[in-house]
């Protein structure tokens, strides 16, 4: 196993250590820092890294709901895994992320093994250029998780004008920063990497985090690998802004236009 | 209380009786029957009724999840619930529906005390006729839920005609069937009232089921009482269907155009 400092951050941040039957500790560092605890999508993958690394896990993931409860500190956390239920074509998880004695995350996942059936790709990726003809955000350095993106926004960059935009979506080309090849675990970090759609919309920065997060995959390993350290191409946009909550869609594409996951969230935030 | 035969079939339906602190016995009637086992959308609701009838609940609901880990028995069930976590602004709640040794169903939900913020709307209603210039649909007599419901169609109807349709959107007035007072039970299953939308792409029957539901409600108590009984404009459509699996996105408005709840659905599908 390599060393610590050999590994991208990305697999640092989800690394884990099995401790019981169904139980792991791990520690969220610093690499992928929020506001307040660690990046959204980084507890997501953390989570599903547990999983997938389980070796009673079958198939490939298809959905994953993670339930923001509270705050994750800067120490270690333990994850509990339930295996639900194993089908033929499919498997349920739950997972509870805590600290001490307070639940910070709960978790549920289906895994399936995919068979080849008719298919059809109805919705249809956002025009775009391509991704080398459009230049990097330059990043701020805090919060710390945004430095390990490389984003290249199309439309709907948070400009912090205090002028309202038209409207809260955003359109870009996302990678992990350093490159690293996509994977499930990756893919499910990704469908948190928007910022929340009530500082677009309105160009100013408040308080808000999301709640609950829900993300399907459509890709399956072929996807993956073929899409490798690309860029993908995500949008996301609020649909109602109302008493303190609001909703995110986004979508996650391929560089070939295969789309990859879709995603929802439910965000608290404060005027 | 009233009579079994006095209530209103939906409220019949989701009725439970605790057995403990956390605890609910329940048995959805036949009047809710699916293909295999209940409809899931009363599945929803029944479980966010142990919630909210919960004398811990706090707030309103604004987000649930369903993951469909088995078929649900004509027979009684148990559902445990779990409070996870009370916030100053939301709660946090699981919920696991059990049939002797076996899970089939697990849930979780966010309930929140909303307070009133800066406010917008940014999706928009699709344009409909009034729903008392829409036919109501002759629904089939089996499965039984659906003639729970007054279905009105203004496209994406199933027509089964084996000629594949352009593609898989739905846009009709739906309504409980008779009329009953929207609540957010009700709400929730209206969420889950959409076919497969395989069925609508290739007009054609097969075996689908849903293994996963997310939805946001964007309605409070004044959103729920201003729509009353009248029909909800509800639109759904798939997004990708592949190896198995396809996505299912859909949203429900009131005949003002408020936009009351948004709801995702990941899908198992054969040929």
């Given at each position: 196993m390599p060393d610590n400092n050999q590994l991208h951050p990305f697999d640092q941040a989800v690394k884990l250590a099995a401790v019981a039957p169904y139980a792991y500790q791990g520690h969220i560092p610093q690499?992928?820092?929020?506001?307040?605890?660690?990046f959204g999508g980084i507890i997501v993958a953390v989570i599903l890294n547990g999983i997938l690394s389980h070796k009673e896990c079958q198939g490939v993931p298809i959905s994953v709901t993670v339930n923001f409860a509270g705050p994750i500190a800067d120490a270690p956390f333990a994850l509990a895994l339930g295996l639900i239920r194993t089908n033929r074509s499919n498997q349920h998880w739950t997972a509870e992320l805590t600290q001490g004695s307070e639940v910070a995350t709960t978790a549920s996942a289906v895994l399936a093994n995919r068979q080849e059936t008719w298919m059809m790709s109805e919705a249809r990726a956002p025009s775009a250029p391509k991704p080398e003809d459009v230049a990097s955000w330059p990043a701020?350095?805090?919060?710390?998780?945004?430095?390990r993106y490389d984003f290249k926004f199309i439309?709907?960059?948070?400009?912090?004008?205090?002028?309202?935009?038209?409207?809260?979506e955003s359109l870009l080309w996302v990678r992990d920063e350093p490159e690293r090849p996509l994977d499930f675990l990756s893919l499910a970090a990704l469908s948190d990497v928007?910022?929340?759609r009530v500082f677009i919309r309105r160009q100013k920065l408040g308080v808000a985090g999301t709640v609950s997060l829900t993300t399907y995959f459509h890709a399956d390993d072929s996807s993956l690998k073929r899409q490798a350290t690309r860029p993908v191409l995500a949008a996301a946009r609020g649909q109602r802004f109302y008493s303190g909550y609001f909703d995110q869609v986004a979508e996650l594409w391929s560089?070939?236009?295969?789309?990859?996951a879709s995603s929802i969230q439910m965000v608290y935030f404060k005027d």
């Open positions: 690499t992928y820092a929020n506001m307040v605890g660690p701020p350095s805090e919060p710390k998780w945004i430095q439309r709907g960059k948070a400009t912090l004008s205090g002028q309202p935009a038209k409207d809260s928007f910022f929340p560089d070939e236009g295969e789309l990859l």
